[in-house]
């Protein structure tokens, strides 16, 4: 039997995990391996008689855990991005295990006590500010992790810490296997009336994969509301398709997410917070559950009032089918309408001018060179996690290798929904390490020799994703733990949709948006009409979003010991108490499937997006503003504060680009909401 892989670095390019040598069997003993080695790195700290020095502990500290986490972040896209039972299997095993070694480490006393003292005197340590800020980090998560408390409260919190892992970990696998068990099975070719031939196909193609041959089979993915429920003309079947949504994991996943809740509250008090939500804000740019609150209580009512002005423009069109009133299986089916009638919008019009190739390399990758001077080669030398995956290396303006760029484009079985960036190899000076960053998009696989069309929102997913790749790849600190996207999750989206801004700038959007037979640009005046139609949209999706974001808010606002009997009744009570209950928009994603907040990194941080899109609106004004050109605004946005990664405090990075703090004004006109 050959080594395991993950027991020394990778010897490829960047650092590249060797995906081609990666078997399902090596993950188990590098996990166990990668523990053990980190827990006696610790253990030297600790030993060391000397006392403590940033060298002896808070550097020896990053470098601890290597082997660990090279096989963690290989592991975790593996579960997320093409799993298997087996990974599945392994996932709900090592959850646990890998929180309650984040216990150990964070509640190891001997540990502690060097980083307490070195904290104690950092004024006197004459520290470069990376070195303080990294200081003051390290410090701050260990008292967040308990480190102050007392040996019992300690166990407790290390009960709570592994059952609430093995729950996230079920609570994920309820979800996908539900959805497999929900999918839309149509007997006849009829009911599918009003999908592309493309989509008939697909649907045909998930039949015969389910051995279920002759049916037609729409699967579920990710959001409440279902992409085919714009175009399917059968009522009914937009009915059942809902339905199917909304129930998702409705059975296993209500139970859990109450006990989950109950948890997070009890974890909060120990650690001296009100609430969970309270606890999570203090270290985020929010600060306090109050500035939340408050955001959200300024968004609802506009929001609330431009879908109600919606619902009425839908019901004009909706009575002419005898549609009585808009029920949610019917929002979007007539907003399609609407699109087609008022605005002239076709979305499937727009499609053959989105092709997948084009839109990559000369909108995505055009626009970074642009404003950044990057410039990108493919690498089908390298071997990426799944054939699906291609990689790309990245240089900088100077023809130096920046990092590599992973693209996993395609939907399959194996992958969860959704979009997502995230790391395999973390930026730091101190390691020797450039970035590997990845892109996980769920891009439906068109029909054999077919090119892959997209929609305007999937172009959108493209320049949103690679936003927070650039913001992996153009990291330039010396320590990983501050290193990339590590920043506050109410920050981290701001960077990624920035990049949003790319898409509809003309320069771009004329470099890419065409025709993929005839080479034709977009038609004149389509652009304008499609964002006409986008601000008519704006209210259902202000409400969709926020509704979800007020959700997770009402769970993670709980008190410790609040009963909850029922998680649905407790969802319609919350929307409500909220004045959200618009019957006909269903949230994003309810409580039972609602992955990020009970399977992911956004407990009581789902409010983050629109607390990025703050600084987002505010940044696309400043972006190329003032006289500034496009290649200097970028060059100003990477220096002070996509190379800056949490080397320094987020809003201060906000601050060094725009001059000054952030405003709501330009995010309100955006939204509609003035
Ligand atoms: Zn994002």
Redesign the pocket.
């Known amino acids: 039997m050959t080594e395991n892989p993950f027991f020394r670095p990778s010897t490829l390019a960047y650092e590249l995990p060797p995906f081609a040598e990666i078997r399902p069997e090596h993950y188990l003993p590098a996990f166990e391996r990668g523990m053990t080695e980190q827990l006696a790195e610790i253990a030297a700290i600790t030993a060391d008689p000397q006392p403590p020095t940033i060298e002896n502990t808070l550097v020896a500290l990053e470098r601890s855990g290597r082997l660990l986490h090279r096989v963690r972040v290989v592991f975790e896209n593996q579960s997320a991005a093409c799993t298997t039972p087996e990974v599945d299997r392994l996932d709900a095993g090592i959850s646990p295990r890998l929180a309650a070694h984040r216990d150990a480490i964070h509640l190891d006393a001997a540990l502690f006590a060097r980083i307490e003292e070195l904290h104690a005197r950092r004024a006197g340590l004459d520290l470069d500010p990376e070195t303080l800020r990294l200081l003051e980090r390290r410090h701050t998560a260990f008292v967040r992790a308990g480190a102050r408390l007392g040996a019992d409260e300690q166990a407790r919190l290390r009960g709570i810490n592994a059952e609430l892992a093995a729950a996230a970990s079920e609570f994920r696998q309820n979800v996908s296997a539900d959805e497999k068990a929900r999918a839309l099975v149509l007997d006849s070719v009829e009911e599918l009336a009003g999908l592309s031939p493309d989509a008939v196909a697909a649907a045909a193609e998930n039949g015969r994969a389910l051995g279920r041959d002759g049916t037609y089979v729409l699967s579920l993915k990710n959001f409440s509301n279902q992409t085919e429920l714009a175009s399917l003309t059968d009522r009914s079947v937009r009915e059942r398709l809902l339905a199917a949504s909304l129930g998702r994991a409705a059975a296993a996943n209500g139970p859990l997410a109450i006990r989950m809740a109950a948890l997070r509250a009890e974890r909060a008090r120990l650690l001296g917070h009100d609430t969970h939500a309270a606890q999570v804000v203090a270290d985020e740019t929010a600060g306090t559950v109050g500035a939340v609150d408050a955001l959200l209580a300024r968004l609802v009512p506009p929001a609330v009032a431009n879908a109600r002005r919606e619902a009425a423009e839908l019901a004009k069109v909706a009575a002419a089918d005898g549609v009585e009133e808009i029920a949610a299986h019917d929002w979007a089916y007539y907003s399609e309408q609407v699109r087609q009638t008022s605005y002239q919008v076709d979305a499937a019009a727009l499609r053959p001018y989105f092709e997948l190739e084009r839109v990559l390399r000369d909108g995505v990758f055009f626009a970074a060179n642009l404003a950044y001077g990057v410039t990108f080669t493919e690498r089908p030398d390298l071997v990426g996690y799944h054939p699906d995956t291609r990689v790309w290396e990245v240089f900088d303006a100077d023809g130096t290798g920046l990092g590599l760029f992973l693209g996993d484009f395609h939907a399959r079985a194996s992958k969860r929904g959704g979009a997502?960036?995230d790391e395999l190899v973390t930026q730091s000076h101190l390691l020797g390490q450039r970035p590997v960053v990845y892109n996980n998009l769920n891009i439906a696989r068109p029909a054999a020799g077919e090119p892959v069309l997209l929609s305007w929102d999937e172009v959108r997913t493209l320049f949103?994703?690679f936003?927070?790749a650039l913001h992996g790849l153009f990291s330039d600190v010396r320590y990983p733990y501050v290193a990339g996207t590590d920043v506050p999750r109410d920050f981290?989206?701001f960077p990624?949709?920035v990049n949003e801004m790319w898409m509809v700038r003309p320069e771009v959007l004329a470099n890419y948006a065409k025709h993929h037979v005839t080479g034709e640009p977009l038609p004149a005046g389509l652009v304008g009409r499609m964002a006409a139609a986008e601000s008519f949209g704006q209210g259902f999706r202000t409400v969709e979003y926020l509704a979800a974001a007020l959700l997770d808010w009402a769970w993670h606002t709980l008190p410790e010991g609040r009963e909850v009997a029922d998680a649905q009744e407790f969802e319609a009570a919350a929307l409500a108490a909220a004045g959200l209950s618009v019957a006909a928009i269903p949230p994003r994603y309810r409580t039972t499937y609602f992955g990020h907040i009970f399977a992911g990194g956004y407990s009581a941080g789902y409010y983050a997006?629109i607390w990025s899109e703050v600084l987002d609106a505010d940044t696309v004004e400043w972006f190329g503003g003032n006289g500034r050109g496009v290649r200097e605004s970028g060059e100003v946005f990477r220096r002070e504060l996509l190379a800056r990664g949490n080397s320094r405090d987020a809003l201060d990075s906000f601050r060094a680009v725009v001059g000054r703090d952030p405003e709501t004004a330009p995010l309100l006109a955006r939204r509609g909401l003035v």
């Open positions: 997502w960036m949103h994703e936003g927070h981290v989206e990624s949709q997006y």
